[in-house]
């Protein structure tokens, strides 16, 4: 991941309409390599939806999100394969093992299964089925995948809803290192996260 100060991810101009109403518009940022922006605001006020636009899931009514100059929507692919998006579902297989899920996604994504397991303290529950976890351990596996493989572009939403004190102080190292490494990230949250010096964008 180059770190050349340069903003990677910017938003320009955005607007999101949701039937006739306005969820947001004229929404601009720019954030450089190892840049994290939060995203606050009431329930309803758009953060997911701005991060599903930044995923490329959901395409803006009016303006473009772009990646070093272009335009996300112009090569879909090579934008999925560049972030890891974590939305409120875990999106685990619930018949499959905590190391299983784990694997299946290191298949996907490249990695190595053991150290993803250690970052989240999740080797005592590498056995069980991830439908016998309770919500908490299963955020954290979902947490886990961000420690496989290296992409530049974190898109978090609520990444520690239901996590517990010591789980979310793991993350600390993990964020940091990202961001060290020329990461972004940007997380919707209604509660602090383990990020320092992180920009702020109220929806
Ligand atoms: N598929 C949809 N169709 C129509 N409206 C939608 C759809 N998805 C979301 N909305 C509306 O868009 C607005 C923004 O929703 P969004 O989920 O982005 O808010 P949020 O800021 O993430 O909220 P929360 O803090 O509750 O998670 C809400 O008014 C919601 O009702």
Redesign the pocket.
Known sequence: MADDGAAILEARDLACL??D?A?FAGLSFALAPGEALLLT??????????LRMLAGLLPPTEGAVLWRGNDISDDAAAHARRMRYLSHQDALKPALTVTENLEFFARLQGGAVGPALAALALAPLADLPARVLSSGQKRRLALARLALAPVPLWLL??PTTGVDAASVERLRPLLAAHRAAGGVVVA?T?IPLPLDDARDLR?
């Open positions: 949701r039937g109403r969820v605001g009431a329930n309803g006020a758009g953060k997911s939806t701005l939403d609520e919707a209604h929806l």
